[in-house]
């Protein structure tokens, strides 16, 4: 059976849209990933260049409102900054909430190579915790 996976940030443009890109690649079909923030700031284009120099394309995903799923039943709620876990809103289900804050690579200061590279850090940092959410649960 397929699992619903959300993810949830505070405007879904770079964390969140990070590991979607990747709990799609690394569950196939063993999952449905959605991704929303509780705003919508648009997908971040830092975040989809780092993702596509590790052969992962998120430049097809749409900066979601967490408002939009509340008719899903959701088996996981990933929050990945404390904002968003702090701010999320009640899932009426029997979701198992699990929550990592990650540094948000949007509000990186300095040189375009210097904002690239904190991209770069952080979009590991997240791919070795959906590695290791995908391993846990899966």
Known sequence: MTKNILVLCTGNSCR???ADGYLKHILG????VYS???ETHGVNPKAI???KEDAIDISNHTSNH???YQNIDFDFVITVCDNAKERCPFFPSKAHKIHQNFSDPAKAAGTEDEILQEFRTV???IKEFCE???K???
Do not use: L, P, W
């Not at 079909?29 to 449905?32: I, L, M, N, Q, Y």
């Open 16 to 18: 969140s849209q990070i």
């Open 29 to 32: 079909d063993k999952a449905s």
């Open 36 to 38: 929303a923030g509780i």
């Open 49 to 51: 260049i780092t993702m």
């Open 66 to 68: 967490v408002d939009e």
């Open 123 to 125: 979009r590991q940092t």
């Open 132 to 134: 290791q959410f995908a």
């Open 136 to 138: 846990d649960n899966f």
